[in-house]
């Protein structure tokens, strides 16, 4: 599976940007999607996910996103999205998209994709 994530860009506190990540391959294997993201210094830290196995879409978001990210999919485009408003300068991250691919027996295998920035001016 290969992910290429676009949408990244510089927008001032309270805007909007939406992210996407295509993804291609064996997309039939996926079971979850979603997003993290790093910023300069800190750890990788979860945004949202979705479970995408069987078609349930249940989602998942970080305390400090919610109500204001939400994450979606279109499966005819294999391509996963994160719509987020309210934007803040603590949302300055390279964010990251990945997805987690069933290998079976040999359990799960998380692919990422290489990034893209996201810049909130105060």
């Known amino acids: 599976v290969q992910l290429v994530e676009s949408g990244g860009g510089l927008v001032q506190a309270g805007g909007s940007l939406r992210l996407s990540c295509a993804a291609s391959g064996t997309t039939f294997s996926i079971n979850a999607m979603g997003w993290y993201r790093q910023a300069p210094g800190k750890q990788r830290e979860l945004v949202a996910t979705m479970a995408t196995g069987g078609g349930s879409g249940i989602t998942n978001y970080a305390d400090s996103v919610k109500g204001r990210f939400t994450i979606s999919r279109d499966n005819a485009k294999n391509t996963l999205y994160v719509q987020m408003n309210s934007l803040k300068p603590e949302d300055t991250a390279v964010y990251y998209c990945?997805?987690?691919?069933?290998?079976?027996?040999?359990?799960?295998?998380?692919?990422w994709g290489p990034g893209t920035q996201v810049t909130v001016s105060s």
């Open positions: 990945y997805a987690a691919v069933n290998m079976g027996a040999a359990g799960f295998r998380v692919h």
